[in-house]
């Protein structure tokens, strides 16, 4: 026996006769409360570290042609010209970029991992918190964790930056 045949199962707007037009159209949706005014401290103040406004780039990004947009950006080639960054990305022994999503604790903890940093870490640090909307960063050694997902954007950043 299907489930869905059973009639406690079916919806019961279907079957009602008082429910006509005029009534939908009448019908007000309630407005959404603001959640703002009661979030613990805590969470109000990550809320509002990450909807702040962006703060523009310090280093420049360079355009990827067209050609090469076709094709997944993660493998191809470095564009280069990157000496006036202070902060160096090495790339993996396949050539992709060492950025990689991570899950922990049954997926309830979502985190981005970036390796082989080399150079000012710090100023690397504050670049990517414009990029990953100031969400939180934990420098380890030889790795820095964000907390999210934000591989793709991140990967896409370092790709404009000529890494």
Do not use: C
Not at 43 to 61: C, D, F, G, H, S
Not at 73 to 88: A, D, Q, V
Not at 107 to 119: L, N, S
């Amino acid at each position: 026996m299907h489930l869905w045949k059973n009639k406690y199962f079916r919806t019961t707007l279907t079957k009602r006769q008082d429910v006509s037009e005029d009534f939908i159209k009448k019908f007000m949706v309630r407005q959404p409360v603001g959640k703002l005014n009661r979030m613990h401290p805590a969470a109000k103040k990550i809320y509002n570290r990450m909807t702040q406004e962006p703060q523009p780039l310090k280093y420049n990004l360079q355009d990827i042609s067209a050609k090469e947009k076709e094709y997944f950006w993660e493998i191809s080639k470095p564009l280069g010209n990157t000496s006036n960054i202070p902060f160096m990305i090495s790339r993996t022994h396949t050539n992709n970029l060492p950025v990689f999503a991570d899950y922990n604790h049954d997926r309830a903890i979502k985190r981005t991992v970036i390796r082989h940093v080399q150079g000012d870490i710090e100023e690397f640090k504050k670049e990517l918190s414009k990029i990953v909307s100031n969400a939180h960063i934990t420098i380890k050694t030889g790795k820095i964790i964000v907390t999210g997902l934000h591989a793709a954007k991140i990967k896409l950043w370092l790709r404009k930056l000529g890494f």
